[in-house]
């Protein structure tokens, strides 16, 4: 394949990932903010696993959900967040169960001090910490790993491209 095709597909999937998340961040926006958030479009943050266009995807998606939903605060540290656990999800891409953590961790440490100094939640730090952490276990370290294991079935299929 040439580098210029190889690049579009890359840009191409990056966009359908970005498209993905938002989507599902805008349908189930009623649970994807606040300081006890369950959000659904963070499972897709063990797609790195499968193609490093999902890190710029993933920042992209959680960038326009947030400019859309969110406080400037949610754009800047919320998509920075999810760019730090893309980007440590395909670091670790070679350890396929451990691909969640980067996500649930780079969320539960940042995540809480946007809620603080953006949403003015009066919950301390710590306890934010545990919300959302749990919030990211269920979304990314379930629903993830749940996609993941489905995913594993057609990769060949959805990543073409990467797999060959």
């Given at each position: 394949m040439r580098e210029s095709n190889k690049k579009m597909y890359h840009l191409a999937h990056g966009a359908m990932i970005a498209a993905v998340y938002v989507a599902l961040t805008v349908a189930f926006a009623p649970i994807s903010f606040g300081a006890i958030q369950f959000r659904v479009s963070e499972a897709l943050c063990i797609l790195p696993y499968f193609t490093?266009?999902?890190?710029?995807?993933?920042?992209?998606?959680?960038?326009?959900?947030?400019?859309?939903?969110g406080s400037p605060w949610d754009m800047v540290f919320g998509s920075l967040a999810t760019l730090i656990g893309a980007a440590g999800s395909w670091y670790l891409r070679r350890h396929k169960w451990c691909v969640c953590l980067p996500p649930i961790l780079s969320n539960a440490i940042i995540i809480p001090w946007v809620l603080r100094y953006a949403y003015g939640s009066p919950?301390?730090?710590?306890?934010?910490?545990?919300?959302?952490?749990?919030?990211?276990?269920?979304?990314?370290?379930?629903?993830?790993?749940?996609?993941?294991?489905?995913?594993?079935?057609?990769?060949?299929?959805?990543?073409?491209q990467q797999a060959a």
């Open positions: 490093p266009a999902a890190v710029p995807g993933l920042f992209a998606g959680c960038f326009l959900s947030n400019l859309m939903l919950d301390l730090i710590p306890v934010a910490m545990v919300t959302v952490g749990i919030g990211e276990v269920l979304a990314v370290g379930v629903l993830g790993n749940v996609l993941m294991v489905t995913l594993e079935r057609y990769k060949n299929l959805v990543f073409k």
